[in-house]
Nanobody
Framework: QVQLVESGGGSVQAGGSLRLSCAAS????????MGWFRQAPGKEREFVAAISWSGGLTSYADSVKGRFTISRDNAKNTVFLQMNSLKPEDTAVYYCAATIWGSWTAYMIPGYAWGQGTQVTVSS
């Protein structure tokens, strides 16, 4: 299996920005909608944002709408999450995965494995 690799996390102050990336070496996300999910300590994993295979459709959790932007570069097999106006409540480990459009259920494309995620810490 090929592990997804999330990167770009870090520690920022409230109001700051980060850009997350998700890639799988030598593999493609062809045909799959992709999403970002996050999990804070002691909480369930939650949906953050999703983008269709073509990139023409996007969807966001209400908590991040207007602040986060998801995008993808299919030529580079990479999905991005631009996070602006970060808040302390955005603190979590962020993961990418394929997702079922509309239900935002995360799943792993056959042959892939969950990555380690990337930690985002926002201080007030």
């Amino acid at each position: 299996q090929v592990q997804l690799v999330e990167s770009g996390g870090g520690s920022v102050q409230a109001g700051g920005s980060l850009r997350l990336s998700c890639a799988a070496s030598g593999r493609t996300f062809a045909g799959h909608s992709m999403g970002w999910f996050r999990q804070a300590p002691g909480k369930e994993r939650e949906f953050v944002a999703a983008i269709s295979w073509s990139g023409g459709l996007t969807s966001y959790a209400d908590s991040v709408k207007g602040r986060f932007t998801i995008s993808r570069d299919n030529a580079k097999n990479t999905v991005f999450l631009q996070m602006n106006s970060l808040k302390p409540e955005d603190t979590a480990v962020y993961y990418c995965a394929a997702t079922i459009w509309g239900s935002w259920t995360a799943y792993m494309i056959p042959g892939y494995a969950w990555g380690q995620g990337t930690q985002v810490t926002v201080s007030s």
